[in-house]
């Protein structure tokens, strides 16, 4: 089993609509993030969090919203989703040595 | 601010040969250096890292060395495989920054031909 779990692993919804991407890590890591990776643009960090009561914005926040409910799941909100929201969406946990570990991905797509 | 690039794919190889794909970066301080590789349909792996100038990171055959002079981690391997195939990222943490924030170059896709 995957130690960084997303769900879902695809989904395609409609400009306006309210969608959640969720995570959840078996690690036991207190660090968790999300980022969003789009073609020629690499990775780009949206959120993290230290714990859950530290929530932080990361380079992309606007549009996006997240919640920490416990320290294995941090999950990913849009409110109201528009097109150029379409991308792959990662969430990771951070583990000794910095090393970050990525769960497999999310693909969302606003039509 | 940090920035990372590396050399723009597609690359593609015969099996066996030898693979560069280079990276340079822009960072204050002493940056933590890293490669991911991102196989597909997966999610991103650590490949290897270096957290200080001289450095050589190496994993599963590859290898690359933190380079302060030219501010530079080129990703090398000997002799590429087909099961190498993949999009490979190179990437920098600050240690100054909290190490919270990783900045990503723009991946280089890597197919190896038999």
């Known amino acids: 089993d995957a130690d960084v779990t997303q769900t879902p692993r695809n989904r395609i919804t409609k400009t306006g609509k309210r969608i959640m991407l969720e995570c959840s890590q078996t690690k036991g890591h207190d660090r968790m993030y999300w980022y969003r990776q789009d073609p020629g643009l690499g990775l780009r960090l949206i959120y993290y969090s230290f714990d859950v009561k530290d929530i932080n914005k990361g380079e992309i926040s606007d549009g996006y919203s997240v919640s920490r409910q416990a320290q294995a799941k941090f999950s990913l909100s849009l409110e109201s989703a528009i097109p150029n929201q379409t991308a792959l969406y990662f969430c990771a946990t951070r583990g000794p040595g910095n090393t970050i570990y990525f769960g497999e991905g999310s693909w969302l797509t606003v039509v | 601010g940090d920035s990372v690039t590396q050399m723009e794919g597609p690359v593609t190889l015969s099996e066996e040969a030898f693979l560069t794909i280079n990276c340079t970066y822009t960072?204050?301080?002493?940056?933590?250096l890293f490669w991911y590789v991102q196989y597909p349909g997966e999610g991103l792996q650590l490949l290897l890292k270096?957290?200080?100038?001289?450095d050589k990171g190496s994993n599963k055959g590859f290898e690359a060395t933190y380079r302060k002079e030219t501010t530079s981690f080129h990703l090398e391997k000997g002799s590429v495989q087909v099961s190498d195939s993949a999009v490979y990222f190179c990437?920098?943490?600050?240690?100054?920054?909290?190490?919270?924030?990783?900045?990503f170059g723009t991946g280089t896709r890597l197919t190896i031909i038999p």
């Open positions: 270096a957290t200080k100038a001289d």
């Open positions: 960072a204050t301080g002493y940056p933590s």
């Open positions: 990437a920098l943490s600050r240690p100054n920054f909290g190490n919270e924030k990783l900045t």
